[in-house]
């Protein structure tokens, strides 16, 4: 049933999308039979797969750097009362701070390198993800911390069994926000300052004039998402919430 | 007063301990007081609710360090902790809230203690699947299974109907029995410790003073109905004669 209820409103997407571009024409919208093509013809050449997976690389290392980081910040914040105040005001500097800006400043200090867009696309996530895990680390619950101290747990024990699993529903929706708003980052990045991946490959069409192109890269992309979202995150989720009491 | 025997005691001196309230000000919840338990003893803290009995309990278990006094505890002060709310790590299983507290208990050791409990059908259960009477004995079997030198249960059975809190109150008793160990029990009920311990202090309130320190001779198991009773009007004779 649900199965059914998902794929009818693709199907009715595809009908919209198909009835639009009878009359805007081909070339502003194209059908999604010439997306499908031109999917299809990247794929052959092995210029989608490759530029893909480049893009990919650069969401996997700069989502994990931002939530390692922002996880370190979060709970240091949340805990010790001297880093939420000198820590704060940075945050919300980097919170207010509009992403061009940071992309555009990477870019003129560090050059048009990897490690400048990385950085940038860190830098961008960073705030909203110690914000979320600073709430979580805020709500830590104080008698189990006792508990774990009049046990002697060492540190690693309550981090791992303590404190971890209380943030779990915070780094979820840390990772949830973050992961698509770090590819969409990503793709401005790519789009001012590197020679592949998804961001350049529409920034060549938009020249080009291409929506074809454009439309083929960006749906190729956010199936990949999608794939990542439901092969990855929610099986994760399912693990850490495993305790939970079922409701009938 | 030296003595053999003195290492493994339980000395407690309080010169002082208060709050700073919100509004300002401070407010005194522990007098001066003074307690030993000897190794081995079930010693008894009774009081009237909101006495300062938990207070004195965190600071014993090292938990609040803001206070003018002394501590010591038995040996190397290994603790097992029984606190009013089991405080069970919700998304571990029975067996690994266990575990994680006392990684070095043996199999059997667990097993034993398990099945003294009657734990043993629940040990993959998580928290959430327990009744409070069992949530109370996994904390109960955490406190054993770290084999502490002093062992502190805080109300252990608070809110629990009456025939479950004897039931595991014979539980407790058994699991001493096998294990000797120094214990301290707050209660605010006489009745419920006057079968357990072998020594009980009296408190009163604002702030918490030892009223009166009275050792039980007989062992637990040799203890009559009529000693009983015996020891509750002595108990209560203090009670009143000391103004609250």
């Not at chain 1, 600073?134 to 104080?142: H, Q």
């Not at chain 2, 000000?25 to 009774?46: F, H, K, N, R, T």
């Not at chain 2, 199999?107 to 409070?132: C, K, N, Q």
């Amino acid at each position: 049933m649900n199965l059914a209820l998902r794929l009818a409103s693709i199907a009715l997407l595809l009908a919209v999308w198909f009835t639009c571009s009878q009359f805007a024409g081909p070339r502003l919208l194209p059908s999604p039979q010439a997306v499908g093509l031109a999917i299809v013809a990247e794929a052959r050449s092995g210029a989608l797969a490759f530029n893909l997976g480049v893009t990919l690389a650069r969401v996997a290392v700069s989502f994990s750097i931002a939530m390692a980081l922002g996880t370190v910040f979060g709970l240091a914040m949340g805990r010790i009362r001297l880093a939420d105040r000198i820590g704060d005001p940075w945050l919300v500097l980097l919170l207010n701070l509009p992403a061009l800006v940071i992309i555009v400043l990477a870019y003129i200090w560090a050059g048009l390198t990897e490690t400048a867009a990385l950085a940038a696309v860190v830098l961008n996530k960073l705030p909203l993800a110690t914000v979320t895990v600073r709430e979580g680390a805020r709500a830590l619950d104080r008698n189990l911390d006792e508990m774990a101290a009049v046990f002697r747990m060492s540190r690693w024990k309550r981090l791992r069994h303590v404190v971890l699993p209380q943030l779990s529903p915070y780094l979820a929706a840390a990772s949830r926000s973050g992961l698509s708003l770090v590819w969409k980052i990503v793709l401005i990045v790519e789009l001012l300052g590197r020679p592949n991946g998804v961001g350049f490959e529409i920034g060549v069409a938009f020249q080009l004039f291409d929506v074809t192109r454009i439309l083929a890269y960006a749906l190729a992309f956010v199936a990949v998402m999608l794939a990542v979202e439901t092969f990855l995150v929610q099986p994760f989720e399912r693990h850490v919430s495993r305790w939970r009491p079922r409701t009938a | 007063m030296s003595r053999a025997g003195d290492q493994e005691r339980l000395e407690v001196h309080i010169k002082h301990k208060s709050y700073r309230k919100a509004s300002g000000g401070e407010l005194q919840v522990l007098g001066a007081l003074s307690i030993a338990v000897a190794s081995g003893e079930i010693a008894a803290l009774v009081g009237p609710s909101g006495c300062g009995k938990t207070t004195l309990l965190r600071i014993i278990a090292g938990l609040d360090s803001d206070f003018e006094g002394t501590v010591r505890l038995p040996a190397h002060g290994r603790l097992g902790v029984v606190f009013q709310e089991p405080r069970l790590l919700p998304w571990r299983t029975v067996e690994e809230n266990v575990r994680l507290a006392a990684p070095q208990a043996s199999d059997a050791v667990l097993d034993g203690l398990f099945d003294t409990l009657g734990l043993s059908g629940h040990r993959r259960h998580y928290p959430g699947e327990l009744s409070l009477g069992l949530a109370r004995r996994t904390a109960l079997a955490r406190a054993f299974a770290v084999e502490p030198e002093l062992l502190v249960l805080d109300e252990p059975f608070v809110s629990l109907d009456a025939e479950l809190a004897t039931r595991l109150r014979a539980e407790l008793a058994e699991l001493v029995a096998r294990r000797p160990v120094t214990t301290l029990l707050v209660s605010h009920d006489v009745d419920e410790v006057i079968g357990l311990a072998d020594r009980v202090f009296l408190l009163t309130g604002n702030p918490a003073r030892v009223a009166a320190d009275v050792p039980i001779q007989n062992p637990r198991s040799a203890r009559t109905a009529d000693e009983v009773a015996a020891i509750r009007n002595e108990l209560s004779r203090k009670a009143i004669a000391v103004p609250v």
